[in-house]
């Protein structure tokens, strides 16, 4: 899809926020600072229309984003943010799943994994709890660049089999940096808006 507006809608905390509309959701998850916000940015060739941030925690209400008036993108808070009181995690946990298992119009959770690294509980438990609610999901393995090519086959084996994962299911090797996997992406984002 080539993007002409792409605009902030609104930030919310809780389902009352939520826009009130039919349009399809495609939602990102993933622990904080793996690239959630610079993958939306990339496919919507913008340079900060989600904001972006070294500083891990940076996203912290679900920021549902209107993309040529077709769909949302829905950037939720990163997991694992050491940083944040256990009351305040809980509270961000329950406003996660509460979106993830009640939102009709949710049509697939891009899950986003850091291609470096083997993936953390948290990302397991997400990818299974995605799982459990039959929500489809296309994982992105992040920052590809940083990884040479030859060694890219490893990386994707060691993630596929901590997550358990579905061949079903999408999985697309990307980097905000060199544009890498952006048609790919949104390739199954365009068949998972068709869906039921
Ligand atoms: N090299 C490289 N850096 C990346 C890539 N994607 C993101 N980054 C960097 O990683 C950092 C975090 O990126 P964000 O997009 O803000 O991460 P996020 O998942 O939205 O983080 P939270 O909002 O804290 O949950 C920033 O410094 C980005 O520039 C990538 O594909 N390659
Ligand atoms: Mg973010």
């Given amino acids: 899809m080539k993007v002409h507006n792409a605009d902030i809608v609104i930030s919310a905390v809780s389902p009352a926020q939520y826009p009130d509309t039919d349009l399809p959701e495609i ?32 996203t912290q209400t ?18 694992g943010y050491a940083k944040v009181s256990k009351t305040e995690r809980a509270k961000w946990g329950k406003m996660i799943e509460t979106y993830l298992a009640e939102r009709e119009q949710l ?13 953390s509980v948290e990302d397991v438990q997400m990818y299974q ?3 459990y609610y039959d929500i489809p999901v296309i994982v992105v393995a992040t920052k590809a660049d940083k990884i040479p090519r030859s060694k890219w086959n490893k990386h994707i084996s060691v993630i596929k089999k901590a997550l358990d994962f579905d061949e079903q299911d999408e999985f697309i090797l990307f980097s905000s940096v060199t544009k890498q996997g952006k048609e790919e992406a949104w390739a199954a984002i365009e068949a998972a808006m068709v869906r039921p």
Avoid: C, M, Q, W
């Fill in 27 to 58: 939602a990102l998850a993933g622990r904080s600072n793996v690239g959630k916000s610079s993958f939306i940015n990339t496919l919507v060739d913008r340079r900060n229309l989600a904001r972006t941030s070294s500083k891990p925690g940076k």
């Fill in 62 to 79: 679900l920021n549902f984003f209107i993309i040529e008036n077709a769909l949302h993108f829905v950037d939720v808070p990163g997991y």
């Fill in 129 to 131: 709890f995605l799982k």
């Fill in 107 to 119: 049509k697939s959770v891009i899950s986003l994994v850091d291609l470096r690294h083997a993936p």
